[in-house]
């Protein structure tokens, strides 16, 4: 049998080399400068926003609801919107580092108090911004006239109406899916690709309903604000386990294993 013709063969970025790469971008990010992360976290807390606002004008203006194909796969695509925003722009998103910033200390460059540094700041910033995002289009509301807080307090009780079990297993599930996407990005090189990377694994979560610590920060502060049904409590319970579930799933299922894998020899 002849060789493959060059032309058509596709070259793949070695494993070795993405962890290399996955483990400089955490070391840059774990040794940045507070201010900096604090002002990037914030930013996409906000950005991620458009995606829970985007989803909740479409459920407005369709006729079909949750359970049916063609407003799941809307509802699903619109909520990938704000992950796009946040990073394409290469803002600071927590579910990013839970597999990210895990890799520079596995291998001995960074300190375990260092991490949580890094996890802390990213988080409570994503965290306030989200909040600032969600008061600043609460207010707008009686103005804009493009959803209505039936809307927003459907898409809040899709993530609050489980038990605590599910919240913490499906947030595992969620911060899984968020390293996958940091380790595939890493791999990507055109924009396209990283474009569809990127809507393929976030428009998952949406389609699985599964809970993201920081767009469902939005989510179901949304519905707190405008749902008589969701309280702060809810809140509280949602934003604790998922955030525990999300570091879980990307530090161990991701950081952890990828890491693992790759420095005993995989390819």
Same mark, same amino acid.
Not at 77 to 86: D, L, R
């Given at each position: ?7 058509? @063969? ?15 971008? &955490? ?10 992360? /604090? +002002?990037?976290? !914030? ?14 004008? $479409? $459920? ?12 799941? $796969?809307?509802? *699903? ?7 796009? %925003? ?8 927590? @579910? ?15 300190? !375990?108090? =260092? ?17 600032? %995002? ?8 009686? #103005?804009? &006239? ?5 809307? !927003?307090?459907?898409?809040?009780? =899709? ?8 919240? %913490? ?16 990005? *890493?791999?990507?090189?055109?924009? @396209? ?6 809507? /393929? ?15 469902? #920060?939005?989510?179901? /502060? !949304?519905?707190?604000? +405008? ?9 509280? =319970?949602?934003?604790?386990? *998922? ?5 879980? &799933? ?7 294993? =990828? ?9």
């Amino acid at each position: 049998m002849g060789d493959a013709d060059p032309a058509t @063969t596709v070259e793949q970025t070695p494993a070795p080399d993405i962890l290399e790469s996955l483990i400089e971008s &955490g070391l840059h990010e774990i040794e940045r400068e507070r201010t900096g992360l /604090l +002002l990037s976290g !914030f930013s996409a807390g906000l950005d991620i926003g458009f995606g829970p606002l985007l989803m909740a004008v $479409l $459920l407005t203006l369709t006729e079909g609801g949750y359970g049916d194909l063609g407003t799941e $796969l809307l509802l *699903a695509s619109a909520y990938a919107v704000g992950f796009i %925003f946040v990073i394409i722009a290469r803002s600071e998103l927590f @579910t990013e580092h839970t597999a990210l910033a895990v890799m520079p200390v596995l291998d001995g460059r960074a300190s !375990f108090r =260092k991490l949580m540094r890094l996890w802390g700041l990213v988080w409570a910033s994503n965290i306030v911004g989200g909040a600032v %995002f969600t008061a600043f289009i609460v207010t707008l509301m009686p #103005n804009l &006239g493009v959803a209505t807080p039936e809307a !927003f307090g459907t898409i809040a009780h =899709k993530l609050v109406d489980h038990d605590l079990t599910w919240l %913490f297993v499906a947030g595992i599930l969620a911060g899984w899916l968020m390293g996958l996407l940091a380790w595939l990005l *890493a791999a990507a090189q055109e924009t @396209t690709s990283r474009l569809l990377i990127i809507w /393929l694994v976030t428009a998952s979560i949406g389609l699985l309903h599964l809970p993201h610590s920081i767009a469902g #920060n939005i989510e179901v /502060l !949304f519905g707190v604000f +405008l749902s008589p049904e969701v309280s702060v409590f809810d809140y509280a =319970k949602f934003l604790v386990l *998922a955030t525990l579930g999300n570091a879980i &799933g990307g530090g161990v299922f991701v950081g952890i294993l =990828k890491y693992g894998h790759v420095t005993r020899g995989g390819g």
